[in-house]
């Protein structure tokens, strides 16, 4: 099999899955005071320095969480007056949004597929004066899209963010390990991260908050965390989380260098083999591993059934929130044709891919994307 889906989840790395296998052993509450409870402190906390030192965070600033989707919930869910978000970001950031009751201030995005910052801010304004406290105003950009791979201006979100004097999230899950960045100096207050698609385990992941920030938890009860995130932690994920953010803190510039080749061979030979494609985010920067190609005529999800059968696993946009296809909806947000956000399929390398993969692929897109238009 050709595994081509690092966006919705990459394959455990040995060296998480050796840490999460030795901390699955370890006895012991974190919380306890006997040897046993110290022990299993140490791998937190040691996980924790690994997890500060990848985002260049300091370690109390990391609060460890069940996953990015919890993470983003918890921002959300801090009780704004306004939010300003794009229909592009990921739904565990739209959705507790729109349920939060705050004012949702829409920030526009290209047909490029990058938000556009400077239309929103005489909006952001005005939502300051109207609810007179700037602190109650919270702007949220993604650092690259997870669909399309596209880098989003966080930095420059960063400063316009301080100039008004509003709050700043970063949904960083598919940046962090693919961008340079220091938490320190993008200007955000808050910043989310998942282990799974760093080659850590599933179902952890972590809020960077910055220190002195008194946002609520969102999950209370015991008190770990620091207040900030109640329940007994999960000891083997962290540990699992920690290995693989100091091996992709290792391996960040080469990796991205190395997927630039690959993905680059990938696109230009799906252009050989089906001139009629789309690729999308090909004009703007993009994050080195991620490939958004729209086949008009072939809808996305015959596409992705018969790379699926013959050995290739690549996405459909809307697959990875829904867990079933429909339409592409950061692509409908871009404001793409239907025949555009219909047909598209996801393709996203990473530490494991290889040359063999991309042959395999174009070999397999030949037969599925090429010829005359499917039936759905
Ligand atoms: N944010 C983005 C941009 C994502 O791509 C994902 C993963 O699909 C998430 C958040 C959710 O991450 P998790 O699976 O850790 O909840």
Redesign the pocket.
Known sequence: RTYLDY???APLRPAAREAVLAALDAPGNASSVHAEGRRARTIIEGAREQVAALVGATPSEVVFT???????NCVMAAGWAAICVADI?????LAPARASGAEIIKLPVSTDGVVGLAAAREALAEAVSRHQDARRVLLSV?????ETGVIQPVAKAGNMARDLGIQFHV????GVGRLPFQFSDIGADTL?I????LGGP????ALIVGDGNNLPALVRGGGQERRRRGGTENVAGIAGFGAAAAEVQRECERSSERLQVLRDMLEAGVMRETPAAVIIGRNVARIANTSCIAMPGKPSETLVIRMDLDGIAISSGAA??SGKIGENTVLAAMGLDASITGSAVRVSLGAGTTDDDVTAFLAAWKKAAGGTALAA
């Open positions: 966006n919705a989840s069940s996953g990015a989707t919890e993470a983003n970001e990921h739904d565990s950031v993604m650092m690259a899209n997870n949904d960083a899950v598919q989310t998942s282990a799974h698609k599933r179902g952890v992941g990875c929130t």
